[in-house]
């Protein structure tokens, strides 16, 4: 059996691994919401001022609250199979659709944060790990420090002030101007346009996490016998350097990508707050306090086949950076 056919059987088998997982993390969460004390009943109730016993009957009958946890249990796990996350009563509308809608704002956030936090977590760590102990080291080094202490609705709120009300360079909130009617490439323009002051909030932080998992993570494996090996057959520092060395120096980098994931999502809220990013990060916060128990269950249901997904792919990553690295 060739190596792509021994890929394609491990990417099955994570798969079919990922389904008790995904099961086990929908009970969990199913019952730690419902430990907690009120429900949507009592939200309702509350914004009214008052209700009768019989009207808190009647909403708790509405919502299913009144049949026994098992049974919640039940019907719940039978409507996810059949791809129905249930109503919101807070926004009036199905669950799955309002998911999938804040999804995207979310996955774009994700996407570009992630790709902006390694990609230059990478190259710095890379430049600080070359010129150890040198001028550029230290400023590496103290610029990382500052961007992992520095709060994220700090830099967000100072990046409005310079660069949305003095400069006039971007747009203060948003994902997109709604009153121009964008379409087509305009349109993405304006979202990629919206896009690029939350991308460089959220991501100084990962950035600084990953600059220094790298500098570590390239001196440590400088240090390794293969390194002495290579330079003993006369190999170039530059060929040692970008063949062998970072290519193991990356495993790393790649675990920790995968593992923030999941906390990005939860990380956003702060950033989404700032810049009125309509994300799921924002809507979970809102679910929350309005005990919206079948949006925060869609949310988390989400998040958790995103971060099984996302984890798959490190490994399918880890396969090619390290050939030894076996996925039969």
Not at 12 to 32: D, H, T, Y
Not at 96 to 110: G, H, Q, S
Not at 185 to 204: C, E, F, G, N, Q
Not at 227 to 245: N, P, Q, S
Request: hydrophobic fraction near 55%; charged fraction near 15%.
């Amino acid at each position: 059996m060739n190596h792509s056919a021994k890929r394609v059987r491990y990417v099955l088998k994570r798969l079919l691994q990922s389904i008790p997982v995904v099961i086990a993390i929908l009970v969990v969460n199913f019952f730690l919401l419902h430990l907690a004390e009120g429900d949507a009943a009592d939200v309702l109730a509350g914004e009214a001022g008052s209700a009768t016993p019989e009207y808190m009957a009647q909403l708790r009958s509405k919502f299913g609250l009144d049949k026994p946890l098992p049974v919640q249990l039940a019907i719940y796990l039978k409507n996810v199979l059949s791809l129905d996350l249930g109503y919101s009563f807070r926004h009036d509308m199905p669950v799955a659709k309002l998911v999938f809608d804040r999804f995207i704002p979310t996955l774009l956030l994700m996407v570009s944060t992630i790709l902006l936090a390694v990609g230059f977590g990478v190259v710095l760590g890379l430049l600080a790990a070359s010129g150890l102990n040198t001028w550029r080291d230290n400023l590496i080094s103290i610029f990382a420090l500052i961007t992992y202490a520095t709060p994220l609705f700090w830099v967000g709120l100072m990046m409005i002030v310079v660069f949305s009300l003095k400069l006039h360079w971007f747009p203060t909130s948003g994902m997109e101007n709604v009153a121009m009617f964008y379409e087509g490439w305009d349109r993405v323009k304006d979202i990629a346009h919206h896009l690029v002051m939350p991308t460089i909030t959220l991501s100084l932080f990962y950035l600084a996490l990953y600059t220094r998992l790298m500098r570590a993570s390239m001196l440590e494996q400088a240090g390794m016998d293969y390194v002495v090996t290579a330079r003993a057959k006369g190999l170039t520092e530059r060929r040692i350097v970008f063949v062998h060395i970072l290519r193991n120096a990356l495993l790393p980098v790649v675990t920790m990508a995968g593992v923030q994931v999941g906390a990005l999502i939860g990380g956003s809220v702060i950033v989404e707050s700032v810049f009125a990013w309509p994300g799921l990060g924002m809507l979970a916060f809102e679910a929350l306090f309005a005990r919206d128990l079948n949006l925060l269950l869609g949310i988390f249901l989400l998040s958790a086949l995103l971060v099984v997904a996302i984890n798959l792919i490190v490994d399918i990553i880890y396969s090619f950076l390290d050939p030894r690295i076996e996925v039969s």
